[in-house]
C-alpha cells in the first residue's frame, strides 16, 4: 500500500512551475537568443559604419608647435598634446638626430608605448609588441597596424608637427 | 488534415529536434559571418579605409533579418500544451 502524497499547499496550486523547469533552457529559447546575438552583431557594424560621422576623427589643419628643438636629447622622448584632442603623442629624437612623432597608444590594445633607444624600437609592454622607429611599423607582436603619425617640420630652432600628407590629402 | 499531421508526426517523431537543431546551426554560422564581417570593418575603419564599412554593415544586417526569418520556422512547444492539460486535471482532482 502506497502512502498518500502530502496535499498541495495554496502557494503551489497557485504557482505551478518548478523551479527546475523555469530555469531550464528550451532550444527554442537559445534559437531566440543567438537570434538576439545575431541583431547585436548587426547593430555592432552598423556602429563602425556611422562612428565617424557622429564623432569625426581629430584632425587639425597647418602646423602646430611642439618644443624646442633642444628641449629632447638625443635618444630622448618628449609627451606632447595637441589642443583639442586627448590623443597623447610622443616625439622622439631618434639616435641619429632625426624627430619623429607618433601616437603614444599601442594599435593592439591601447597601452602607452615607449622609445627603446638601444634597440631603436618603439616598445608596447603590454604584450612586447615592437614598431618601427623610423616608420612607426610593426615589426613583432600582437599590434595589427603601424602607429599613426605625425609629420615633424622643424623651422628656426622650433619643433612643429602637422598631418602627414596622405592623410591630409 | 490534423489525422494526417498526427500520423506523419507518429511516423517521424524526431523531425522537430531535426530542424530546431538545424536551425540553431544555421545561426551559429550567421553569428560567425558577422563576426568576421564586423572585425575586418572596424580593421579597415581603424586603418582609414572606409569601403568595407558600409557593404559590411549591409550584409550583417541582411544575415541577422534571414536568421530572425528562420525563427518563424521553429517547431511550436509541445511541452506547454501537455503540461495545461496535465495542471489542470490534476487542479480537477484536487
Not at chain 1, 60 to 84: I, M, S, Y
Amino acid at each position: 500500500m502506497t502512502t498518500p502524497l502530502p496535499p498541495r499547499t495554496p502557494a503551489e496550486v497557485d504557482f505551478p512551475i518548478e523551479r527546475t523547469e523555469a530555469e531550464h533552457v528550451t532550444r527554442r529559447e537559445f534559437a531566440k537568443f543567438l537570434c538576439l546575438v545575431s541583431g547585436g552583431m548587426a547593430v555592432g557594424s552598423g556602429w563602425v559604419a556611422v562612428k565617424d560621422k557622429i564623432f569625426p576623427p581629430f584632425t587639425f589643419e597647418g602646423e602646430r608647435f611642439v618644443c624646442k628643438v633642444d628641449d629632447v636629447a638625443v635618444g630622448a622622448t618628449h609627451p606632447f598634446q595637441l589642443e583639442g584632442s586627448k590623443i597623447p603623442f610622443i616625439l622622439i629624437r631618434l639616435t641619429d638626430g632625426t624627430f619623429r612623432a607618433y601616437e603614444q597608444k599601442c594599435t593592439h590594445l591601447a597601452c602607452a608605448v615607449y622609445y627603446s633607444p638601444d634597440k631603436n624600437k618603439i616598445e608596447c609592454p603590454c604584450h612586447h609588441g615592437y614598431f618601427d622607429a623610423n616608420t612607426g611599423n610593426v615589426l613583432a607582436g600582437p599590434p595589427p597596424r603601424p602607429l599613426p603619425h605625425l609629420e615633424v617640420v622643424i623651422r628656426g630652432g622650433d619643433v612643429y608637427v602637422r598631418e602627414p600628407e596622405e592623410k591630409a590629402s | 488534415m490534423n489525422s494526417q499531421r498526427d500520423a506523419r508526426n507518429q511516423a517521424h517523431p524526431s523531425k522537430t529536434n531535426t530542424l530546431s537543431l538545424g536551425i540553431i546551426c544555421v545561426l551559429v554560422l550567421v553569428i560567425t559571418m558577422q563576426v568576421w564581417l564586423l572585425t575586418a570593418a572596424l580593421n579597415e575603419s581603424l586603418e582609414g579605409d572606409n569601403a568595407v564599412k558600409w557593404p559590411a554593415f549591409l550584409a550583417s544586417t541582411l544575415l541577422f533579418l534571414a536568421g530572425a526569418a528562420l525563427l518563424r520556422y521553429l517547431p511550436d512547444p509541445i511541452r506547454h500544451a501537455r503540461k495545461s492539460s496535465r495542471h489542470s486535471s490534476s487542479i480537477n482532482k484536487l
